[in-house]
């Protein structure tokens, strides 16, 4: 699987908008970029994937530079509900198995 | 909620015994996936069914099984317990064999303390 590098650990303050970075230099063109997230003692949520072109959900928005290489989870408005671990991860899309490999993610950490 | 079902939510035994930790998939959803998390080893993959077939494996120990039956639900065997199988247990469900466009659902875990 190919991998992926993200900061061990952000700091945000509430109500500010959050730029988490993902940097993924080996994607093959069948790679979809996931993102999850860990609240505590809760099983991981999916946050948003994208293959290309930036998304937008209503829970943040994707960007994704133009070679692939690197990725922003972007959450507009920072609440404390959003102090979690934020895990980038790569998706390959040409086997036969659609496992998410899980790193070590970023933590999260909002300020009031 | 994810609409992904995992019981028992917390379960202590005592090294040697066996368990078994069961998930009920999202309705409709034909694939479930089987994560265990330590505290040193993150989120490791260990098996993948599909419409009751095995899909793919993981980094899953020979004292541990799984399987996933008619009516979609799935259980995973861990036997000869060790201490170091203290974890959470999570399962998840996706709707096909894994389009990797498509998300996963995950359960709230099973806590596992062998003591």
């Known amino acids: ?112 | 909620d994810s609409g992904v079902t995992q019981t028992p939510k917390h379960l202590i035994t005592a090294t040697g015994q066996r368990v078994t930790l069961r998930c009920s998939p999202r309705s409709g959803d034909l694939s479930v996936y089987w994560y265990q998390q330590s505290l040193d080893q993150g989120l490791q993959f260990l098996i993948q069914y599909y419409n009751g077939e095995e899909r793919a494996k993981g980094n899953i120990l020979e004292r541990f099984s799984a399987q996933q039956f008619p009516d979609l639900h799935s259980e995973l065997n861990l036997s000869s317990l060790e201490l170091g199988d203290s974890a959470l247990y999570f399962c998840a469900s996706s709707a096909g064999q894994g389009f990797a466009g498509g998300e996963l659902f995950f359960g709230e875990g099973s806590r596992l303390t062998v003591l």
């Open chain 1, 1 to 112: 699987d190919a991998k992926t590098t993200q900061p061990n650990s952000m700091e945000s303050n509430e109500e500010e908008p959050v730029h988490l970075p993902c940097n993924h230099s080996t994607i093959s063109g069948t790679d979809y970029i996931h993102w999850y997230r860990q609240l505590p003692s809760q099983g991981p949520e999916y946050v948003i994937h994208g293959l290309t072109s930036n998304v937008n959900n209503r829970m943040a928005s994707l960007a994704i530079a133009e070679d692939r290489k690197s990725s922003t989870l972007i959450l507009h408005r920072a609440t404390l509900r959003d102090a979690a671990v934020y895990y980038c991860i790569l998706r390959d899309n040409g086997g036969s198995n659609y496992k998410l490999t899980f790193g070590k993610g970023t933590l999260l950490t909002v300020n009031p």
